[in-house]
Every structure is written in structure tokens, then in C-alpha cells.
């Protein structure tokens, strides 16, 4: 079956740098999604990796390794903004995303 | 830009009733698709439609339909709501339905089900 692992919760203090892990079996792979998602909101996109590397955008980075069925989101410099939860999606091989339950981060002042 | 618009923002709906739920895109987007999500679950697809005038089943699909006569739109119908349809409803859209076509997403639509 198809299986998505990410830690359920995570605190970190302002202004520190957190990675959220994720890990995952699918049938096929096009790439692995991270969003963000405020209480309450819709998810909005942060990032797509297709092959294995890391890739910067700004404060957030993603890690894909595609052998290890494993992905982690940096995120740096953490703001009070920051606190959300953030959802590993990666892609089979219908081209349907299969979502994890998403991580809560908690920051802390 | 609009983006994606859902209504109602809300609903309470009693068992046995049915009701439609709205979704519109103003991206010209391709692909659009209906999640639930619940509490301590990951979004859950519904139904997708990859093009205009087709439709496809997703992982829950059971309780639920939907049409796609045009790009902009494309509503979920609940025919006869149960109470385990209690949820929240996320309509997005995609420029395409391959690897790397970003999923966007509209503002949802809290429904309960009494």
C-alpha cells in the first residue's frame, strides 16, 4: 500500500532552524509536494523535488532522497508566522498526490 | 486574481438532504479536484477531473459526484448526506495532471452533517 510517515508534532524556538522528516512508499514516484497550512486556512504550495538534492527557496529548503523514500523541509530563521502544519505529498504513479496527516510545528517566543 | 472560490464557506445540513457544493477556477486551469480532509487524516481525494468534460473517482468517492461541464467549474453533490460526511471540503486546480503540476487550492467548505 501506499504509506506517508511524518512526525505528528514539533516545537522549536524563534529564530532557530527546524527539519521536519518525511518518509514514504508509493506506487511510482513523480516528485514529493511540501505545503503549509494555517488553522483554519486552505494548504498553500512551498516546494517540489523531482530528483534527489536539495533545493533553496529563501528561509525553506527541501531535501529529496528518492532511493530512501525521504524527504525533509529546513526551515531557518523561524518566525512566530511559522507555526502551521506542514503536509509531505509526494506524486505516484497516477499523477495523484498521496498525502500525509501533516506535521504541527509549534513556535515558541 | 480570484484564483479558486468555494461556497458555501459553510453548511449545516441535515441527514438525508442534499446538497451542492461550488467550486470555480479562474486560472483556465486543466485539472481540478475535490479533498476532505479530518481531523488527524491527510487530505483524502474525492473525485478529479483532468479536463474539461471528464471526471474520475478518487479514494472515497462513495456518497459523492460530480460534473465537469466547462473549465471553470466543477461542483461536488452530495445526493443524500450522512453524518460521516461531516468535514472539511477542499476544491484545487492544475494547470495539467502530470509530474510537477502544482495543486492550488481554494479556501474550503466546513460542512456538517446533523
Known amino acids: 500500500g501506499q504509506n506517508i510517515d511524518q512526525p505528528t508534532e514539533m516545537t522549536a524556538t524563534e529564530g532557530a532552524i527546524v527539519q521536519i522528516n518525511c518518509t514514504y512508499q508509493t506506487s511510482g514516484f513523480n516528485g514529493l509536494f511540501w505545503y503549509q497550512q494555517h488553522a483554519g486556512e486552505a494548504p498553500t504550495f512551498l516546494s517540489y523535488?523531482?530528483l534527489d538534492g536539495l533545493e533553496e527557496k529563501g528561509r525553506f529548503s527541501s531535501f529529496l532522497s528518492r532511493s530512501k523514500g525521504y524527504s525533509y523541509l529546513l526551515l531557518k530563521e523561524l518566525q512566530m508566522k511559522d507555526s502551521a502544519s506542514y503536509l509531505c505529498a509526494p506524486m505516484d504513479s497516477n499523477y495523484q498526490l498521496i498525502w500525509g496527516a501533516g506535521t504541527k510545528l509549534i513556535i515558541k517566543p | 486574481t480570484a484564483g479558486i472560490t468555494q461556497a458555501p464557506t459553510s453548511q449545516i445540513l441535515a441527514a438525508g438532504r442534499s446538497m451542492t457544493l461550488r467550486c470555480t477556477q479562474d486560472?483556465?486551469?486543466?485539472?481540478m479536484y475535490w479533498y476532505r480532509q479530518d481531523l488527524g487524516l491527510g487530505l483524502r481525494l474525492i473525485h478529479y477531473?483532468?479536463?474539461?468534460?471528464?471526471?474520475g473517482k478518487g479514494e472515497v468517492p462513495d456518497g459523492y459526484s460530480v460534473s465537469r461541464a466547462n473549465t471553470d467549474d466543477f461542483p461536488l453533490t452530495l445526493a443524500s448526506a450522512v453524518p460521516s460526511q461531516t468535514s472539511v471540503y477542499f476544491c484545487?486546480?492544475?494547470?495539467?495532471?502530470?509530474?510537477?503540476?502544482?495543486?492550488?487550492f481554494g479556501p474550503g467548505t466546513r460542512l456538517t452533517v446533523l
Open positions: 477531473s483532468n479536463t474539461a468534460g471528464t471526471t
Open positions: 523535488n523531482v
Open positions: 484545487a486546480s492544475s494547470e495539467g495532471s502530470g509530474s510537477g503540476d502544482t495543486q492550488y
Open positions: 486560472m483556465r486551469h486543466n485539472a
